[in-house]
Structure formats: structure tokens, C-alpha cells
């Protein structure tokens, strides 16, 4: 199985700052990875897919980079709906897909 | 906008089968062939678990860790589909989630999820 390690797994920022999270692949997955925002009680919200392409409706504050086993989601300018846990998720083929441990964006 | 709702017992006692059911409207689960419906799920203080998917056809595919003890079927008459999970035990107790993919992986619809506790 294709391993997903992110970190920091806690992130601790303010309004208007510039915020990094790290996604590394255990293997090659070329741009096979999304990126959700979760809150608790809530369905996980689809940001970003294919590294970086911002699904429909979701701010441009957010984006995505990276290819093969390095990737990394930014947000530009936190805003007070951004404080949430952030998971990757590699959906290459011929391989389960499998999620990161999640990174907890704080106050 | 299609949305989908998980049903289902809450509460399994250890050894028995978890069965979950995700209704779909706004939309048809036949609408598209190359759309898979799936099953996610995060045990307490953990990250999220893909579980498998299922296409409206019937084929499967399951997380192999827990292939031997996982069913998945679609009714495509109720616009449902279903979640069997054999011989739980404590780990089983999560939030399971039902979603889509857009044929290529990645889940952009999901359901508000339900929590299912494995407890004699």
C-alpha cells in the first residue's frame, strides 16, 4: 500500500496568515491527490484534486502543488472558516486508496 | 445537487455484521457507469479510512485490509447501496461515510456520516 505521510499534524496560525501543509507518497503517485477540509460533525469537503486544481466553489486563498511523492497545500490568507483538519488522499491506481493522518489547523 | 444519507444500526455488539445503507436523491445512481460509490470511515481520534467502492454495476473493489470481511451491493431500484461489515470488534466503532467519486478516485459528494459503536 502507497503510504501518506503529512505534517505538521497541529498548525497553529492567525487570521491573514500564510499557511503550508506537506504531503509526502511513499511512492510515486505522479499528481493522483486530493485535498479535504474536514470540521467535526460534518462530511469532509473536497478542496483540491489532481495536486492542484481547485474544485468548484472552493476559494482561491487555497491552492496545490506538487507531483510524484512531494505535495503541499497552501492557503494564502487564513480567514475564520478555514480552522479545520485538513487530510490528503492518493487515489493512484492499482493501489488502495489510502489518506494522510490529517493535519489540525488552530487558532 | 445530489445528496446522500447513511441509515443504519448505531449500535453492533461484537462478533455480529455492521450493515449500513446509503440513500442517494438528486440524482441516479445509474446516471454514469464510470462513477463509484463509496464507503469512508474515521475511528475516534484517528484519521479517515477508505473502506471500498462499488460501481452501479456491481463490481467491487475493497481495502484489502479488510476484504475478507466486507460486502458491498447496490439496490439501483431504491437508489441505495450497502455497506456489510463481518465479525466487528471494538476497532470497527467509527463515523462511516458514503460518497461519489467523479469516476477518478477522489470523493466530492459525501453523506453527513453516522456513527456505528461496536459494544456488547
Known amino acids: 500500500d502507497i503510504q501518506m505521510t503529512q505534517f505538521p499534524s497541529t498548525l497553529s496560525a492567525s487570521i491573514g496568515d500564510r499557511v503550508t501543509i506537506t504531503c509526502r507518497a511513499s511512492?510515486?503517485?505522479?499528481?493522483?491527490l486530493a485535498w479535504y477540509q474536514h470540521k467535526p460533525g460534518k462530511a469532509p469537503h473536497l478542496l483540491i484534486y489532481?495536486?492542484?486544481t481547485l474544485e468548484i466553489g472552493v476559494p482561491t486563498r487555497f491552492s496545490g502543488s506538487g507531483s510524484g511523492t512531494e505535495f503541499t497545500l497552501t492557503i494564502s490568507s487564513l480567514q475564520p472558516d478555514d480552522f479545520a483538519t485538513y487530510y490528503c488522499q492518493q487515489y493512484s491506481s492499482y493501489s488502495p486508496y489510502t489518506f494522510g493522518q490529517g493535519t489540525k489547523l488552530e487558532i | 445537487q445530489l445528496q446522500l444519507q447513511e441509515s443504519g444500526s448505531g449500535l453492533v455488539k461484537p462478533s455480529q455484521t455492521l450493515s449500513l445503507t446509503c440513500s442517494v436523491s438528486g440524482g441516479s445512481i445509474i446516471s454514469n457507469g464510470a462513477y463509484s460509490w463509496g464507503w469512508i470511515r474515521q475511528s475516534p481520534g484517528k484519521g479517515l479510512e477508505w473502506i471500498g467502492y462499488i460501481y452501479y454495476s456491481g463490481s467491487t473493489y475493497y481495502n484489502p485490509s479488510l476484504k475478507n470481511r466486507v460486502t458491498m451491493s447496490v439496490d439501483t431500484s431504491k437508489n441505495q447501496f450497502s455497506l456489510n461489515l463481518s465479525s466487528v470488534t471494538a476497532a470497527d466503532t467509527a463515523i462511516y461515510y458514503c460518497a461519489r467519486d467523479r469516476s477518478s478516485g477522489y470523493w466530492v459528494y459525501w453523506g453527513q456520516g453516522t456513527l456505528v459503536t461496536v459494544s456488547s
Open positions: 489532481k495536486a492542484s
Open positions: 511512492q510515486n503517485i505522479l499528481t493522483y
